[in-house]
Antibody, heavy 122, light 112 residues
C-alpha cells in the first residue's frame, strides 16, 4: 500500500519561509521512473502544481514560482522537502504531495497525501 | 492561472449522463499530451479517476469514461449516483514556459 503524508507548520507569518515535508511509504524514490510532486489548493479554488523531484534528482518547478521554491529528497528517510520563501497571504492553501511515475511527460499524480492547510497571516 | 478551462458546474438527476469538458490549447492538449482526471470529494484529497485520456485505474467504476479530441478532452459520468457529487479536475502537461504540469479550473458536479 502506497501512502504519503504532509507535515509542517499550519501558520506562518508574511515574509517567512515555509518548509513542508512529505513522508511516504510503499515505494522508493531511488526506483527508476519515480517522482514526488507538490500541488496546492487555495480555499475554494483550483489545484496548482508547484514542484517535482525524480529518482535521478531531476527537479522541475512551476515557472511562476520557481524563484521561491526548492525541492529536495532524502531517499534513506523516504522524504521529500519543499521550501517556499517570502510567504504571502495569497499562499494560504492546502498543500498536497503526490507520487508520479515518469512516462515521458504524460504523467499523472497517484496517489495523493491527505494534504496540510497552511495559513499565512500576521 | 489555470490554462485548462472547465465549466464551473454541471448537474443531473440520478441515473442521468453528464459530461465535463476540459479545453486547452496547442501547447498542451492540442500538442498531444495526455489528459488525466481527478475526483475530489468534499473535504478530501484528489483521487485519480482517469489516466492517459481514457484509462480507468483499478477500482474506478466503468460509469466513468474519458476521451480526447483536438485541443479538448471530456469526462463522462453515466448512471449518475449521489456519491458522484464532487469536484472534478483535468490535468495535462504544457510545453510553454519551459514546461509545467497544469490543472483545469475544476467542475462541481451536483446530483439533483
Amino acid at each position: 500500500q502506497i501512502t504519503l503524508k504532509e507535515s509542517g507548520p499550519t501558520l506562518v507569518k508574511p515574509t517567512q519561509t515555509l518548509t513542508l515535508t512529505c513522508t511516504f511509504s510503499g515505494f522508493s524514490l531511488s526506483t527508476s521512473g519515480v517522482g514526488v510532486g507538490w500541488i496546492r489548493q487555495p480555499p475554494g479554488k483550483a489545484l496548482e502544481w508547484l514542484a517535482l523531484i525524480y529518482w535521478n534528482d531531476d527537479k522541475r518547478y512551476s515557472p511562476s514560482l520557481k524563484s521561491r521554491l526548492t525541492i529536495t529528497k532524502d531517499t534513506s528517510k523516504n522524504q521529500v522537502v519543499l521550501t517556499m520563501t517570502n510567504m504571502d497571504p495569497v499562499d494560504t492553501a492546502t498543500y498536497y504531495c503526490a507520487r508520479q511515475i515518469a512516462v515521458a511527460v504524460n504523467n499523472w499524480f497517484d496517489p495523493w497525501g491527505q494534504g496540510t492547510l497552511v495559513t499565512v497571516s500576521s | 492561472q489555470s490554462v485548462l478551462t472547465q465549466p464551473p458546474s454541471v448537474s443531473g438527476a440520478p441515473g442521468q449522463r453528464v459530461t465535463i469538458s476540459c479545453t486547452g490549447s496547442s501547447s498542451n492538449i492540442g500538442a498531444g499530451y495526455d489528459v488525466h482526471w481527478y475526483q475530489q470529494l468534499p473535504g478530501t484529497a484528489p483521487k485519480l479517476l482517469i489516466y492517459g485520456n481514457s484509462n480507468r485505474p483499478s477500482g474506478v467504476p466503468d460509469r466513468f469514461s474519458g476521451s480526447k479530441s483536438g485541443t479538448s478532452a471530456s469526462l463522462a459520468i453515466t448512471g449518475l449516483q449521489a456519491e458522484d457529487e464532487a469536484d472534478y479536475y483535468c490535468q495535462s502537461y504544457d510545453s510553454s514556459l519551459s514546461g509545467r504540469y497544469v490543472f483545469g479550473t475544476g467542475t462541481k458536479v451536483t446530483v439533483l
